[in-house]
């Protein structure tokens, strides 16, 4: 059993020691590879790898053609600042080609996970020589998917599920004890800017975590606008996290006066302290009709555009 440390338990200097002897004393004298994408705490566990290893951390960031618009260019250009270079690893071909005719969630979730660790990363792995895969796990990933809720797509050794002999690598993870908000504090700490440890949480399968049914290309460019524009209007709400979901079936709309089949998006804004549990947000209603106004306007297609009042539980706040 994981031992959970609170974030108002944790002594942020403590554990950046604990953690980073740790990491060196897995790694030893070879390389590892850490995985960054630009959320909390991938960005995170960047920042504990660079300062455990330095040049014998090798940073990539898999463009897997379902990140927010310009993610990836974003996130190298933050981590230069900071002094780490990211390598952008080229794979939308690999998780296109492995989303393809899948609607299951489930099914999504498990063709992502293995084309990240089996095929993305068992080729970095080979090529490089690493024997480790840093990356940043929460215990909250661990519970959600334990408890069977949502299979998230890092867990493993909790499954009876071995890295090494499934995929040829060890993997770390060291914020495992922690929660979101004890991975801010800890963020914070390591020199992130508010800009990153601040950041909304974003699911480890990106947007085709955000859309019912196959995960296409031309579904992903959907969401990925409305995306934007969802986050863009609520960015100063304080809100714990704010989304936007394609739904899979077409509902029936009107353009000029006549019938027009489209598709429907819904928001979602969560307050939350640590996204065990959540409640929608109660945004004003002038709001929730400019959200409205700007996706039918600006996301090509869109008919209907609703606002989950659901709690979790027994909502979740990823759809997928």
Known sequence: MIQEIKARQLNCKEFIAIQTAEIRAAVVSGTAINALSGGVDSSTVT?????????????????????????PQQVVAFFKKLGVKVEIIDARDAFFAALKGIEDPEEKREAITQTFYKKVFGRIVRESGAKHLLQGTILTDVDETVAGIKRQHNVFAQLGIDPREAFGYEILEPLIQLRKDGVRKLGKALGLPADLFARIPFPGPALAARVIGEATPQRIETIRKATGIVEKVLKDRKAFQYLAILHSDRVTGMRNGKRDFGMQIEIRCWDSLDARTARPTRLPFGLLEE???????????????????????????EAV
């Open 47 to 71: 920042m504990l790898g660079h300062l455990a290893l330095g040049k014998k951390l090798r940073t990539v960031f898999i463009d897997n053609g379902l990140m927010r618009d310009k993610e």
């Open 291 to 317: 959200l409205a106004a700007q996706i039918l306007k600006k996301v090509p297609g869109v008919v209907s555009v609703t606002y989950n009042i659901a709690t979790k539980p027994p909502s979740t706040i």
